[in-house]
């Protein structure tokens, strides 16, 4: 069965940090970029930051960017997402995603760009 598996999800004070992680299971992930996508209650999906097949590039959406790090560990079929200098708008139910295309380099920030999704991890963020 492939899936993905996210952890590291809580609940801190406005300026805490918190580290996600995001384990593939059933194929190797090598091969797709990779990307978190957060939900907040009565607001749509959004992307958040993704990672490219090789690890060696970044993308970020405005709100995030400059506090959030997202990285890889190939090898483990594992994703990162270090969260710092977090704000209460950042409450919401963080998703890891596997792009559905292979060998891509691009922002890729569509979700229907995405096949293989995450069951999500809450991350709540108090003022």
């Known amino acids: 069965q492939v899936q993905l598996v996210e952890s590291g999800g809580g609940f801190v004070h406005s300026g805490g940090s918190l580290k996600l992680s995001c384990v593939g299971s059933?194929?190797?992930?090598?091969?797709?970029?990779m990307a978190w996508f957060r939900q907040a209650p009565g607001r749509e999906r959004e992307f958040v930051a993704s990672?490219?097949?090789?690890?060696?590039?970044?993308y970020y959406s405005q709100s995030v960017q400059g506090r959030f790090t997202v990285s890889r560990d190939i090898d483990k079929n594992t994703m990162f997402l270090q969260m710092n200098n977090l704000k209460p708008e950042d409450t919401a139910v963080y998703y890891c995603?596997?792009?559905?295309?292979?060998?891509?380099?691009?922002?890729?920030?569509?979700?229907?760009?995405?096949?293989?999704w995450g069951q999500g991890t809450l991350v709540t963020v108090s003022s």
């Open positions: 059933g194929r190797t992930f090598a091969r797709n970029g």
């Open positions: 990672v490219i097949y090789s690890g060696r590039g970044t």
């Open positions: 995603a596997a792009d559905r295309l292979l060998y891509t380099d691009d922002r890729a920030e569509d979700v229907d760009r995405y096949d293989v």
